[in-house]
């Protein structure tokens, strides 16, 4: 079984739709994030969930929303997709305790805005 | 400000030569970590090791060693006798153990590693 997974793993879609990205763990954690890796490869995290709460909210648009129904979801919401979102886009979830427990990363979510 | 840099963009090595990517990092806090994970070209983010800001012993998990040294806010990732299945994109991470900080990963930039047969 997959420990972190997201749907879909490619996403190609035209400039102004809406689209999601869903992630599920299956860790029993508590955290849970989204980090965008643009094409230079560069990671940046997006947003953290702790138990359903916002922890972090890194400067990210507000075309992006996250929602996290459930300890184990956390699923990415984009408005008015524009070119630039064109990136890979990781979930991660951890145990609490922050910063010193491991991170576990999705296979990613590539996508294409035209 | 916390900041980790990874002056090696690409590396290029042969098969069975020893190679070392060098990780910098800075912060204020007194109690941080720091990660190395691996990106194969499958694209997926695998952990390799953590080490914690009170633990400076090396480590060493077969041919990887990892070379933590606070003096100098370094953590060199060492393979020994590479392979060409090393070939990726390595990155070296840092995070901060304060709750405020929601345990985010600061990334460096990545370095990629070509092994050639």
């Known amino acids: 079984d997959t420990a972190v997974s997201q749907t879909p793993k490619y996403l190609v879609t035209q400039m102004g739709n809406d689209k999601s990205i869903k992630c599920e763990q299956n860790?029993?954690?508590?955290?849970m994030y989204w980090y965008k890796q643009d094409s230079k490869k560069f990671l940046k995290i997006m947003f953290s969930?702790?138990?359903?709460?916002?922890?972090i909210n890194e400067t990210v648009p507000n075309r992006f929303s996250p929602k996290s129904p459930d300890k184990a979801h956390l699923n990415l919401h984009i408005n008015s997709l524009e070119l630039g979102d064109s990136a890979v886009y990781f979930c991660?979830?951890?145990?609490?305790?922050?910063?010193?427990?491991?991170?576990?990363f999705g296979a990613g979510t590539r996508l294409s805005v035209l | 400000a916390q900041k980790v840099t990874q002056a090696q963009t690409e590396i290029s090595v042969v098969e069975k030569e020893d190679v070392t990517l060098d990780c910098v990092y800075e912060t204020r806090d007194t109690t941080y970590y720091l990660f190395w994970y691996k990106q194969p070209p499958s694209g997926e983010l695998v952990f390799l090791i953590r080490r914690n800001s009170f633990d400076e012993q090396n480590e060493i998990s077969g041919r990887y060693s990892w070379n933590f040294q606070k003096s100098t806010s370094s953590f060199n990732f060492t393979i020994t006798a590479s392979q060409v299945v090393d070939s990726a994109v390595y990155f070296c991470a840092l995070s901060e153990g304060f709750y405020n900080q929601g345990g985010k990963l600061i990334f460096g930039q990545g370095t990629e590693l070509s092994v050639k047969p």
């Open positions: 969930y702790n138990n359903k709460e916002l922890i």
């Open positions: 991660a979830s951890s145990l609490p305790g922050q910063g010193l427990n491991i991170q576990y």
């Open positions: 860790l029993g954690h508590d955290t």
